[in-house]
Nanobody
Framework: QVQLVESGGELVQAGGSLRLSCAASGPTLSRYAMGWVRQVLGNEREFVAAILWSGGSTYYANSVKGRFTISRDNAKNTVYLQMNSLRPEDTAVYYC???????????????WGQGTQVTVSS
């Protein structure tokens, strides 16, 4: 069983930056792909980015490529999402998630965090 706890969401102006953190706990985290998925109330969840604990391969949604960077700190069991050049359309609840099949391109999480709100003002 994997537990995920996000932090770092807040209100930021357009063009600004924010870093989200996801503290993970559980056995054999190296067997998972970790990622971020966001959701606007009333809309479907949208994939943002994913990374492998082992090796560090990454994959991004086109909408965030070049602006967001996903990374992990194996020693701290923490995954980060560095978000730069934020836009109002990036406003959403951001969820940290884990995929036990280690999928990057077709990220399908088995485990979810509780979410953290990111609001970008224009």
């Amino acid at each position: 069983q994997v537990q995920l706890v996000e932090s770092g969401g807040e209100l930021v102006q357009a063009g600004g930056s924010l870093r989200l953190s996801c503290a993970a706990s559980g056995p054999t985290l190296s067997r998972y792909a970790m990622g971020w998925v966001r959701q606007v109330l009333g809309n479907e969840r949208e994939f943002v980015a994913a990374i492998l604990w082992s090796g560090g391969s990454t994959y991004y949604a086109n909408s965030v490529k070049g602006r967001f960077t996903i990374s992990r700190d194996n020693a701290k069991n923490t995954v980060y999402l560095q978000m730069n050049s934020l836009r109002p359309e990036d406003t959403a609840v951001y969820y940290c998630a884990a995929d036990s099949f280690k999928r990057l391109v077709r990220f399908r999480p088995d485990y979810w965090g509780q979410g953290t709100q990111v609001t970008v003002s224009s």
